[in-house]
């Protein structure tokens, strides 16, 4: 049973930094494609920045330069640094393979940005 959770959210003040953990249980995140996602009040699910199976990242244009995924094969983790933060970050965020698994969503983590 795969099982991923998020942590490391909270409320930021504009221009801040944040950094995210994904646990993973009953999936080697060293070994899958790996994506960050969130979900703002009222939009769709987006993902924001991932690892591809051959370990390549890539980002949503409007994290590029300011977020950076990694991972942590020996604790099963993957991260997302968060940096430069705005208001707009505001959303919920989750961890999951690429392309997302229903069954693999956790409960997140809140990240509010003060203007």
């Known amino acids: 049973q795969v099982q991923l959770v998020e942590s490391g959210g909270g409320l930021v003040q504009a221009g801040g930094s944040l950094r995210l953990s994904c646990a993973a249980c009953?999936?080697?995140?060293?070994?899958?494609?790996m994506g960050w996602y969130r979900q703002a009040p009222g939009k769709q699910r987006e993902l924001v920045g991932q690892?591809?199976?051959?370990?390549?990242?890539g980002y949503a244009d409007s994290v590029k330069g300011r977020f950076t995924i990694s991972r942590d094969g020996t604790k099963n983790t993957v991260y997302l640094q968060m940096t430069s933060l705005k208001a707009e970050d505001t959303a919920v965020y989750y961890c999951?393979?690429?392309?997302?698994?229903?069954?693999?969503w956790g409960q997140g983590t809140q990240v509010t940005v003060s203007s």
């Open positions: 690892f591809t199976s051959s370990g390549r990242t």
């Open positions: 999951n393979v690429v392309p997302g698994v229903s069954g693999y």
């Open positions: 009953g999936i080697r995140v060293s070994f899958n494609a």
